[in-house]
């Protein structure tokens, strides 16, 4: 299966990058970002070594690692739901509709009923799930049935989502006792997740649902190398008119793909549902789905990969606590994540071209060397 | 405003006076024992420029520095964040040696719950929050209702075509509060048709930065024969003042003084605003901990309190202004009671 070599294919990591090139794309990228963050630190009157250094002594105690480690599960769920659509050439911008109304809903039927514990926790998750992989189903049969661009269907899906999410929760919510906050009824303790004490010496846990994460990471990984659905998906989008003429279903493809990718999205809110604030209120997370979107690119859509960015996320988010207490602003942490994932992308794409010309060269260089050795035979 | 400025003033010197005053050279400092005061201060979502809530809060906290001496440090809140972060946040700046800590909006009472019970030396302070409970915090909450008593019996007077409407920006519980005092305001003056409108609903918080849905709803209610309109609904509030400007009707205003701090263009067509001093709150709060003066639970700002108001910038109220002071004493009095919802 050769991939075309589009600008396209290379950003989302279908191109893949052989021997020392493989290695030369990430250093280069964080050899740019590097300097590109320090630049801008030393612009903002920011000593870099210094603010680096108070970020890292911070972000390396075992409460912060803790933190992170919760962060970036929950990043690392929403970066899967868009990789998945990814390499199937789909840009699902609706993860964070589809989470938030999954979560929703999981919360609402959750704190409804009364079950034994794995057997409640399971419900909510698979309510979870189905909700996502319905919201995202309907951008899938839209593109599928009607050739509508899931990027426009699932932009407003998020929109509708909000307002339904809205409708929803003020008919289900119950004041939090005490405040001006209002949620869904509390999930029974018996739904939920134990948290792990995962980092020696932190008073907090991770979540119990990191699991469910890892899990997601190695599904991920074995449906797309191991199975034929796998197989499918990726030829889809590398050529759909190859795909058709091997006898993939491509419409069934682009549903099931979106419907894939929806239901993992709807386990974004999980970790923090069942291992945290069992209700869904008013300050439960939003924007985790445009999030995923950046963290997915900078993982280039690999399992392993995307765990790297969401854990890197994770510690910038969680540090840019330390950087306010010092003066230096907390936007800084945007600039840097925004600089990381453009100085990812730029990178990759200049090994690329790199790869590309040199190829070039060694094809135009072997395409004259017999020439050559002709004439010089001839003349003898 | 300006009475409880000069209030604060006046307490503060008189706590100069207390502490015996031992400087000569320079009466203006303030008498501290070792370092000053650090004060530690948690946004919420939209932070410092929102022109509205969290503004009234850096405006209490810059008013500390410049008065108090204390040193401040201010931390924003980001979007998705988790209860985690919120607790981190508090935790960070009452590790850095910040005391008070204070942190604005009811998203924090989890957070704050559980990091005061962390740090039992340092004192906490929640804005709009009665739920989170313990020794070292302050709830800072605020009778918005009697205000909008005041702004609703305004409104009522000056009203000619006895149609009055209210403008939510999200549809929650402490909106509730404000559209139940407006409304019983009106009533109280005269029997007037009430129309409300909540610009979104919960979780979406749109409503409280979109002006041009503000303008809509405000719109549709002067068209329909409404004459003023009280708008709750923060950073969409511009968008109300447009449309009144427009149809040459009346708005009224929330949380600051805004014929004061609005774009001056619409400014003629704010009647009057229900001022909920947050900033007032923050700075007594600040200025209690640093005479050692604290006191835990629940801290009421109403009338009484001077904590809510009405404004009276641009001189519309004038003749009416005898009438809305007697019922402000009333409510003072408690003769008068207004309902929260």
Redesign the interface.
Known sequence: MTVPDTFTNRLLGRVKLTGLLSLAAPVLAILMAGLITAVVLVVTGNPPIETLTLMIDYGSTP??LT?IV??ATTYYLSAMAVALGFRMNLFNIGVDGQY?LAA?IAAAVGGAVSLPGPLHILLIIVVAVAVGAAWAGIAGLLKARRGVSEVISTIMLNTIA??L???L??QW?V????????GTKPIPESAHVPGISLIPGAP?KVFGLLLLAVLVGIGFHLLLNRTRFGFDLRATGRSESAAVASGVNVKKMIVWAMVISGGVAGLVGMP?LLG??YS?????????GF?GIAIALLGRNNPVGVAFGALLWGFL??S???L??H?VS?EIITIMQGVIVLCVVVAYELVHRYRISAEQRRVSRELSAPAQAQVEGAGV | MRPIGATASTTLLAALVAAGCAIEDDPVEIPTHGPPTRVGLAYDIGGRGDRSFNDSAAFGLDRAEAELGVET????A????????RA??L???AK?GHNPVIAVG??Y?GAVSRVAAEFPDVKFAIV????ARGPNISNLLFAENEGSFLVGAAGALKSRTNKLGFVGGV????LHKFEAGYRAGIQHVKPAEVRSRYL???????GFTDPAKGRAAAQGMYDSGVDVVFQATGGSGSGVFEAARDTGDWAIGVDSDQAKTADPEVRGSILTSMLKKVDVAVFDFIHGVVKGDFRSGPVVYDLKAGGVDYATTGGHLTDIVPQLNQLKRQIIDGRIKVPTH
């Open positions: 409460r912060s933190l919760n962060a938030r929703l909000t307002g999410g809205a409708w929760l003020t919510a004041p939090v006792a005490g405040s001006n906050n209002i907090n923090q945290s604030s869904y209120s008013l300050d439960f997370p939003a924007g985790l999030t988010d969680t840019s606590n330390i306010n207490l003066k907390p | 440090t201010e931390m924003p980001g979007n998705g964040e988790t209860d985690g972060h981190e946040r935790r960070a700046l850095e009811f998203v009472s709009d929050d009665p739920g549809n929650v519980p402490q979104s609903d919960p979780p979406d918080l749109s």
